[in-house]
Every structure is written in C-alpha cells, then in structure tokens.
C-alpha cells in the first residue's frame, strides 16, 4: 500500500514456544511480585493493631516481625521457653530490618525478665538511637527515669512520647492526668506544657472531660494560666463541672473565680445574658433542650443579651439552669419577660431546688402585657442547703403553639441588700 511504513508490509513471524514460554514466564512473575506486594502492604497495615495477621500476610518483613516480638514481649510471658523464643523472633527481626527498633525493645523486655539490667539498658539506647518515634522505647525511658526518681527525665520522655507516636495519648494521658496529683509532678508538667508542644490542646480537653482528680487539673491550669498560656474555655469548665460533681464546690467556685474575676456567690452570673459563652460552666447560664420539641438558646451582645424558649404544645420541662452556692436566708429574684402569652395555670416560673431535692421556692413569670414583662417574688434557702439549682421551667401548655417567650433580664440579691 503506497504511503504505507515499510515496517507494516513486513508480517512479524510467528513466536516460537520458547518465547512464548519466556512472556508467559515474565507475566506470572510480574502477577507474584504484585500479590507479594500487596500482601506487604496489607500486612504493614495490620501491623500496629494485629501483628499476628500481618505476619501471615508479610512473614519475611522485619519491621513486621519486630512489631511482633514487642506484643509478645510485653505480654507478661514469664517462662523461659516463651522468652527465648521471643528473643529469637526479635533477632530475625533485625536480620531482616537491622533498623527495626521495636525488636530492640522486645530484647530489652527480655533482659529485664531475667534480671539482666545493663543489657537491656544497651539495647534501649540503641533503639533510642535509631527511632525516637518508638512508643515501648519511651515507656521503658519513662518507668526507668520514675524509679530512678528523675521527674524531669520522666516528663521529658512524655514529652517525645506525646510529640512523636500517634498512640501515646491512649497509653499516657491517663497516667499523666493522674500523676499531677503530686506538686513535683504538677510544676514540671506545667513547665513542659508552657512550651506549647503539639499535643498541649489534646490533653487539655482530655482534662476537661476525664480528669479523675479534677482539683489537680486546677491548679495546673491555673499555673499555665500565669504563665500566658490559656488552657481553653471548655476545658477549664470541664473542670469546674468534675469538682462540682464531686461535692467540692468551694474549690470548684475558687477556681470558677479565676475564670469569671468579679464573681458573686450571692448574685446570678450574667444577669442580662451578655456573656455569650461557647463553653459555659454550671456556674454559667446552661440552656436545656433534653425533652422532644423544646428550643432554648442566649441570644448574646456586649450591649445586652436575651434568652429565647419555645416549646410545643403539651411539652414542657426545665430551659434554663444556674448552679448556685447561696447562704441560707431569703432571696428576691426579679427580672423581665418578652414575647409570652399564656394563662395563668401554663405561664413559666423559676424554681429553686437544693442539691438533696428540696424545693425552696418558685417565682412565676407573668405575660409580657402585664407591667411591661416584669416579674418579681422570693426565694428561701433552708439551712443545710449548701448548693442549689436555679431553674427555669416551662408548663405544658394547650395552647395551639405552645409556649414561646424570652427572659430579657433576670436577677437575685439577698432580702435587705441593694442588687
């Protein structure tokens, strides 16, 4: 064919068995190589969470096999058989990756299982040396340096620990959180954490909403404070709300002070709903909106706030509450509603409940058209009442939209005393 490549007028000849032999050799080892592949990938995948697995996925990877003998090692095997054998997994482990620090660890494990202390002090070092990402390594580092009575190294090894393995937080912040219960502890800690390491926010949250020793999260926070670092509105709530749960309220309102200076035990925080809070404490203004249908938010602003309710027709429940700490004797609680218009057997009211459950009072909210919105009545706190709840609650209405209506403005002061 004219114009045609000379190549195209040629006929290639036909392969001969050999070289079809040789092709189809070539594509099965390429089929194997990606399976092996494959298998190595998974099985590296699996490592961290099933070893076991992903050695059957990956037998002839080191890192793998490394990983391995660490779990086995950390098992609490203690017979001599079991050991030996996970010695020898560690040391195939090197054979095949010489860089497979978890292996090290596991020799390490080992050494210290029978007694032999500088050995596993030399193998320590050495994965030290060749990865400080290796989380066995540094929980070795860190129980050496707490018998040894070294703080600093300890939290310093934390401090590695938390910056470099993805699953120090599980393993660590429940001891650290529990270990700045002691002083020495609790200033190194704050020390480290003044640096604003990568993990700094973390913790804090976890303190805030798991700390079992709420009183020790508060005086961390409040030296981090001091030293320009703020710990987060959330979790210095978090804080306040542990010690309150634990019946430490005059702790729980000391710290609470740092937070909200100018605070008053015999007044209601935020009188006019101007805080605007993402984070409120139960100290604070806590809108409720746990039964079906109900609404409740602060509308929040510097120039002054609103608290907006809504619930639907035969509903009701408490929208709002205030932890309070009042001494005992008679209150007057007075404010001003908007936008409310119900009869008198469905109309809000406030009520103020002692921590055991007595009620010491109620002060109904009356309609927007009579006196402006403007509501007023007392409340008596019995004594042994150390702590109250001051709620407001919504009736159930059969009113065909329900009950809606704001609180624009609502205060509290002793009987006798100017508010």
Not at 105 to 133: N, V
Not at 159 to 166: G, K, M, P, S, Y
Not at 259 to 285: C, I, K, V
Not at 322 to 338: C, D, H, K, N
Request: glycine residues 10%; charged residues 25%; aromatic residues 6%.
């Amino acid at each position: 064919m004219r114009g045609a490549p000379a190549s195209a007028s040629r006929r290639r000849p036909p392969r001969s068995p050999r070289e079809w032999a040789l092709r189809g050799g070539l594509a099965v080892a390429a089929l194997v190589a990606g399976g092996f592949s494959t298998a190595q990938t998974f099985g590296y995948a699996l490592r961290g969470v099933a070893p076991e697995r992903a050695v059957a996925f990956a037998p002839g990877d080191g890192r793998i096999l490394a990983d391995l003998a660490e779990q086995r090692a950390a098992s609490g095997a203690t017979d001599a058989r079991t050991r030996a054998r996970i010695d020898a997994l560690a040391r195939q482990a090197l054979r095949r990756e010489p860089m497979a620090a978890p292996a090290l660890t596991a020799l390490a494990i080992d050494a210290e299982y029978r007694g032999d202390r500088t050995a596993a002090r030399r193998f320590i070092a050495q994965s030290d040396r060749l990865s400080r990402r290796e989380l066995g390594t540094r929980l070795w580092l860190i129980e050496d340096a707490v018998g040894r009575g070294d703080i600093k190294a300890a939290l310093g090894h934390y401090d590695v620990a938390l910056r470099t393995a993805r699953a120090a937080p599980d393993t660590l912040f429940p001891v650290l959180a529990q270990a700045i219960g002691d002083e020495q502890i609790n200033r190194g800690a704050a020390a480290i954490l003044a640096k604003s390491p990568a993990w700094k926010d973390e913790f804090f949250a976890y303190l805030g909403e798991k700390s079992s020793d709420p009183a020790a999260s508060a005086r961390l926070f409040r030296r981090l404070t001091a030293a320009g670092v703020a710990p987060g509105e959330g979790p210095q709530a978090g804080v306040v709300n542990a010690l309150i749960a634990k019946g430490r309220f005059a702790s729980a309102w000391d710290f609470y002070r740092t937070l909200r200076p100018g605070a008053r035990r015999d007044r209601l925080r935020d009188p006019e709903f101007t805080a605007g809070l993402a984070r409120p404490s139960l100290f604070d203004w806590l809108p409720v909106t746990l039964d079906a249908g109900i609404s409740a938010s602060i509308q929040g602003g510097e120039r002054g706030g609103v608290f907006d309710f809504a619930a639907p027709a035969t509903v009701g429940g408490t929208v709002l509450q205030q932890f309070e700490l009042l001494a005992p004797g008679t209150y007057r609680l007075s404010g001003r509603s908007a936008g409310l218009a119900q009869p008198a057997d469905s109309r809000p009211y406030w009520q103020l409940v002692c921590a055991d459950g007595r009620e010491a009072g109620r002060v109904e909210v009356g309609n927007a058209d009579q006196g402006e919105g403007r509501f007023a009545g007392t409340l008596t706190v019995p004594a042994g009442c150390p702590a109250q709840t001051l709620r407001l609650v919504v009736r159930p209405s059969n009113e065909l939209g329900g009950v809606t209506g704001q609180i624009e403005q609502v205060s509290l002061a002793p009987v006798g005393r100017p508010e």
